[in-house]
């Protein structure tokens, strides 16, 4: 049985139930930012201790497969080497799961924050779709929306 879950869930399922498995997230985080749910399951650390687990568990059959974790930090000598790595595709899944797992925290700290500053969830739209797909630029959309509620330019929070 065991057998058959680790043959259902290799890299390219594993790959599609990560974008799917974000949506839920997302939509909730978007449409319905001051519900219970958001409270209690999406901006908790319930998300990230299930991408962790899938982490780990990529972790351990990379481990298991003989993967060469050494070259991972051949990433930073030059852009040659990350292109390399990217053509592999366990790396590639590690980092896309880094990816949204780290937008998604983005997305989070975005309602959190605009809860503090009463800031309307009409107004989060753009920034969180935007955080979704590219999240540095939703983070600076939404910050620059965020002077205008706090009254202030603070650069340190």
Request: hydrophobic share 55%; charged share 10%.
């Amino acid at each position: 049985m065991i057998e058959q879950i680790s043959a259902f869930f290799n890299i390219e399922m594993i790959y599609l139930w990560l974008n799917f498995g974000v949506i839920p997230f997302w939509v909730t985080l978007i449409f319905f930012p001051q519900s219970k749910v958001c409270n209690f399951i999406v901006t908790s650390i319930f998300p990230f201790f299930i991408l962790s687990i899938i982490y780990s568990y990529l972790l351990y059959l990379f481990y298991i497969d003989g993967y060469n974790f050494d070259q991972n930090f051949s990433l930073y000598l030059s852009i040659n080497n990350l292109k390399e790595l990217f053509l592999e595709n366990s790396f590639l899944v590690l980092f896309w799961i880094h990816f949204l797992a780290m937008n998604l925290f983005c997305g989070c700290w975005i309602v959190k924050d605009s809860q503090k500053f009463n800031i309307s969830k009409y107004l989060n739209f753009f920034p969180l779709i935007i955080t979704y797909f590219i999240g540095p630029i939703g983070l600076f959309i939404y910050w620059l929306i965020r002077i205008f509620f706090a009254k202030r330019i603070n650069l340190i929070d």
